[in-house]
C-alpha cells in the first residue's frame, strides 16, 4: 500500500482499475461521474492503454462487450440514464459470459432527474436491468479506500466467474474527497488465463471460438441458462459481503448500504447516547444479498430499520431477510436528497417511541 | 462409375451447410469473403461479428474466432475487439435493418472514426428473418408486411443510401456498392471484398463494401426473378460503384 493520498471518489475508482490491470476503458461523459472518464482519458495513455469516448453509452456497452470477448480487462462507468442505456448490452455481456466491470455513480431520477446522489438503480442494479435470467455481481461502498478495494476485486471477480461485476456509487461517494492508499500495479501476466474460449484468433491450430450469448434451440438455451444458474449459485455461497456495527447487543438493527451505511453509523452513535440499543447493518455486496447474515438478527432486535435514498428498494430484500419475523420500518428520501444523520435520527426515535 | 472430385470450399469457412433460402446471395457473400480471407492468409488471426438477422448464424460458417452482436451494434462491438487486439483483422458482417436502422450510429461513428475494421453490408431492401417488414432501404412503392400498401414517401420517408452519407466521413478508407447476380458483378465484389480488407490492414482506415441483394422469400418471387428484379429496380435506386479508394491499386 501506498501513502495516503487526497483524492475525488471518481478518480480514486479510477486509478484504482488502472492498479488492477484494466487497460482498456470505454465510456461516455455523464454527470456526476464525468470525472472518471476523464481521469482515464489522461491516465490510460501514459500507461500504453486504450481510452476511448464512445458516441453513446449503447456503443461504449458494446465495445465492452468486444473487448471482453478478447479476454482483456475492460471497463466502463456512467450514471443512472446512461446505466439505463447499457441495459442491452449488459444482457448480451452476461449471456455470453463476459468479464467485465462497470461503475454506476447513481443520481436522482426517474428519466433525466437531477444530478444529485441518489440509490434508486437498486432495483435495476440488484434484480437484472436487462432481458434474461441474469445476475451481476453488485458491490455498495461505503468509502473512498473501501471502492478502491472492490474495484480492484471486481476485476478478480468478474475474471474468476466471466461475469460482469457492477460499483454501485452514489453522486456522494463519486463526489467527496478523502484521503486513500491505493496497491500497487498489478503484474499484467498475473491475471486468469482466458485464451481457451476467448476470441483471439485461432493461429490455424483450432477450431474457432464461439462467443455468443445466442442459442437457437430452446434445450439448449435452457442447458446454457442452468450453467448460468449454477455459477450464480456459486457466487452465492462464496461471495457475500457485509460489515456489522454495534449490532452484539441491538434491538434496533439500521439496514442501509453505501453513503447511507456510513451516516447510519452516525445515527447508531446518536441512538445509544439516547440509551436506544442501536446497531448497523451495512451489506456489501447488494447482489448476492446477505441475507442469512441480516436474518440471524431476527433473534434479539425488535425492529429493522431500512434507510434509503430511494422510496424503497431494498427494502424488500431486507423483508425477504427477515421474512416477517420482526416488523420492517423505513425512511427514504428522493431526487438527491441526501438525509442528514438528525433527521434519519428523529425518524428512528419516531419508530421506538 | 463416374469420378466424382469431393468439391472444397475455402478454409475460412467451417464447412457447415448455410441455412439461407434457396437464391438468397448470402452464400455467395459468404464464399467470397472467405476466399478473400484465404486469400490475404489472414484466417488464423481474423475475429468477426455477425449480426442479428438472417446471417446470425455466420459466426458458424467461417471458420474464425466470433461473436453475435446485439441488433445493430456490431460496429462498436467491433470497436472493442479492434481497439483491445490491434493486431488482428476485424469484420463485421451486416444487413441493412441492422446497419440501415437501429445501427445508423455505430455505423456512422464507427466510419468516421476510421476504426480499423471492415464491414460487409447486405442490403436486399427487407428485413429478412422476421419476415419481410419494410427497411430504411425499401423502395418506394415497394410492399412489405409493415407497408403493406406500398412504401409512401410522405410516410415512410425515402429509401436511405448508407453509402451515398458515409461517402461523406473522412474516416473511411474504402467504400463500394456491388451486386453478386452475375459472374462478373462476382468477381468485382470480391476485388471491393478485398480491398476493404486491405483498408484495415493497410492502417487507411474503415473498409466496407455494400452489397445489393435478393430475398427471394420476402419479395415473393423466384430466385430467377428476384435477380431481374434487382437489377430493375434496386440498381436504380441504388447506382453500383466505388465512392472511396484509398488503398489504391492491389499489388
Known amino acids: 500500500m501506498s501513502e495516503k493520498v487526497m483524492v475525488k471518489g471518481t478518480e480514486a475508482i479510477g486509478e484504482a ?8 476503458y470505454f465510456g461516455y461523459p455523464i454527470t456526476p461521474q464525468s470525472e472518471l472518464t476523464e481521469y482515464m482519458a489522461r491516465r490510460l495513455p501514459e500507461l500504453e492503454g486504450v481510452f476511448l469516448q464512445a458516441e453513446s453509452e449503447v456503443s461504449a456497452v458494446n465495445m465492452i462487450y468486444g473487448g471482453a ?15 439505463s442505456l447499457m441495459q442491452e448490452g449488459m444482457s448480451y455481456i452476461a449471456g455470453a459470459e463476459l468479464p467485465s466491470v462497470f461503475v454506476n455513480v447513481v443520481r436522482g431520477g ?6 444529485q446522489p441518489a440509490q434508486c438503480d437498486y432495483f435495476q442494479a440488484t434484480k437484472g436491468g436487462g432481458h434474461g435470467d441474469y445476475r451481476l ?18 476485476f478478480d471477480i468478474a475474471d474468476k466467474y466471466r461475469n460482469p461485476v457492477l460499483i454501485l456509487a452514489d453522486g456522494m461517494l463519486g463526489q467527496m474527497m478523502e484521503p486513500v ?25 483450432r477450431d474457432a471460438h464461439r462467443v455468443t450469448s445466442f442459442n437457437i434451440d430452446p434445450y439448449g438455451l435452457e442447458k446454457m441458462n442452468i450453467k448460468f444458474q449454477k455459477k450464480y449459485k456459486e457466487i452465492v455461497e462464496n461471495e457475500k459481503m457485509y460489515e456489522e456495527y454495534m449490532l452484539d447487543d441491538a434491538e434496533v438493527v439500521i439496514v442501509a448500504y453505501g453513503t447511507i451505511g456510513r451516516i447510519a453509523k452516525s445515527v447508531a452513535k446518536m441512538a445509544r447516547e439516547k440509551g436506544i440499543k442501536a446497531g448497523v447493518f451495512r451489506p456489501i455486496t447488494l447482489w448476492p444479498y446477505p441475507y442469512e447474515a441480516l436474518a440471524k438478527h431476527t433473534d434479539k432486535a425488535n425492529m429493522f430499520f431500512t434507510v434509503e435514498m430511494s422510496a424503497g428498494q431494498m427494502i424488500e430484500d431486507v423483508k425477504l431477510a427477515v421474512n416477517g419475523k420482526k416488523p420492517v420500518e423505513f425512511y427514504g428520501r428522493m431526487g438527491g436528497v441526501v438525509p442528514t444523520p438528525g433527521e434519519i435520527f428523529a425518524k428512528l426515535m419516531e419508530l421506538v417511541k | 462409375m463416374a469420378y466424382v472430385e469431393k468439391f472444397k470450399g475455402p478454409h475460412a469457412l467451417s464447412g457447415k451447410e448455410f441455412t439461407y433460402c434457396p437464391g438468397c446471395h448470402h452464400g455467395i457473400v459468404h464464399r467470397l469473403v472467405a476466399e478473400v480471407i484465404d486469400e490475404l ?36 462491438v467491433a470497436t472493442g475487439l479492434k481497439r483491445t487486439t490491434p493486431d488482428k483483422v476485424v469484420f463485421t458482417y451486416q444487413g441493412d435493418g441492422d446497419l440501415a436502422a437501429i445501427g445508423t450510429a455505430e455505423i456512422i461513428h464507427a466510419a468516421n472514426r476510421g476504426e480499423k475494421i471492415t464491414t460487409i453490408f447486405v442490403n436486399n431492401a427487407i428485413y429478412g428473418m422476421t419476415g419481410g417488414q419494410m427497411a430504411p432501404t425499401t423502395l418506394l412503392g415497394m410492399k412489405t408486411t409493415t407497408s403493406p400498401y406500398g412504401r ?16 461523406e466521413l ?27 480488407f486491405l483498408a484495415q490492414m493497410n492502417n487507411i482506415g474503415f473498409g466496407i463494401v455494400e452489397i445489393l441483394s435478393t430475398c427471394p422469400t420476402n419479395w415473393g418471387l423466384t430466385p430467377i426473378e428476384s435477380m431481374k428484379w434487382l437489377e430493375e429496380n434496386l440498381v436504380k435506386e441504388y447506382p453500383l460503384g466505388t465512392f472511396i479508394d484509398k488503398v489504391g491499386d492491389d499489388k
Open chain 1, 17 to 24: 482499475a488502472l492498479r488492477a490491470g484494466c487497460r482498456h
Open chain 1, 69 to 83: 470477448c478478447t479476454g482483456k480487462r475492460v471497463m466502463t462507468s456512467t450514471s443512472s440514464p446512461g446505466f
Open chain 1, 110 to 115: 426517474p428519466g433525466l432527474g437531477d444530478i
Open chain 1, 137 to 154: 455481481v453488485v458491490y455498495g461502498p461505503e468509502s473512498l479506500q473501501e471502492a478502491v478495494e472492490l474495484t480492484i476485486k471486481s
Open chain 1, 181 to 205: 492508499s491505493f496497491p500497487e500495479f498489478k503484474d499484467l501476466n498475473s491475471f486468469v488465463d482466458h485464451s481457451d474460449w476467448a476470441m483471439v484468433g485461432t493461429k490455424m491450430e
Open chain 2, 41 to 76: 492468409g489472414i484466417e488464423g488471426k481474423t475475429l468477426m461479428v455477425a449480426p442479428v438477422g438472417c446471417s446470425v448464424f455466420a459466426y458458424e460458417f467461417f471458420n474464425v474466432d466470433g461473436t453475435v452482436a446485439a441488433h445493430g451494434r456490431a460496429p462498436a
Open chain 2, 152 to 167: 409512401d414517401v410522405n410516410k415512410e420517408g425515402h429509401p436511405l443510401h448508407v453509402s451515398e452519407v458515409l461517402k
Open chain 2, 170 to 196: 473522412r474516416g473511411v478508407a474504402y467504400l463500394s456498392r456491388n451486386k453478386v447476380d452475375t459472374p462478373q458483378d462476382v468477381i468485382k465484389t470480391k476485388k471491393a471484398i478485398k480491398k476493404a
